[in-house]
């Protein structure tokens, strides 16, 4: 199974590839939600794990594109919410279309069984 993790920070890119890696899986990195979809092209993850806030293209965006274009694709959604806090987007991103969501800083045991249950659960 391959998942691809899209994060603007570098430190919690690494965090998430060494847990992603540890629970077995195929690990993908992108640092904003253009190089992201451009990766998705490429080699199709089975699970995205985007933050939200990010330059260039933003998760809420990324969500989106991801479900019109791979709608099998399962989502997780992070955010430390930038300015006006996590709640404004998380909620959003599940409309849109994301499985889980989770708010920064969260568990890293907590998301890697989440993972595991959106894979093996479809």
């Not at 992070?78 to 800083?105: M, N, T």
């Amino acid at each position: 199974m391959r998942v691809l993790v899209i994060d603007d920070d570098q430190q919690m890119r690494k965090l998430l590839r060494q847990v992603m890696e540890w629970a077995g899986y195929e690990v993908m990195e992108a640092e904003d939600g253009r190089a992201g979809m451009k990766m998705q092209q490429q080699i199709q993850a089975d699970l995205v794990i985007t933050d939200l806030i990010m330059p260039e293209q933003e998760g809420l965006e990324t969500i989106t594109a991801l479900k019109n274009l791979y709608p099998s694709v399962r989502i997780i959604a992070i955010s430390g919410g930038g300015r006006i806090g996590p709640e404004a987007y998380l909620p959003a991103a599940k409309e849109l279309g994301a499985d889980r969501v989770f708010s920064k800083p969260f568990d890293v045991k907590e998301l890697a069984q989440t993972v595991k249950e959106l894979l093996e659960n479809g």
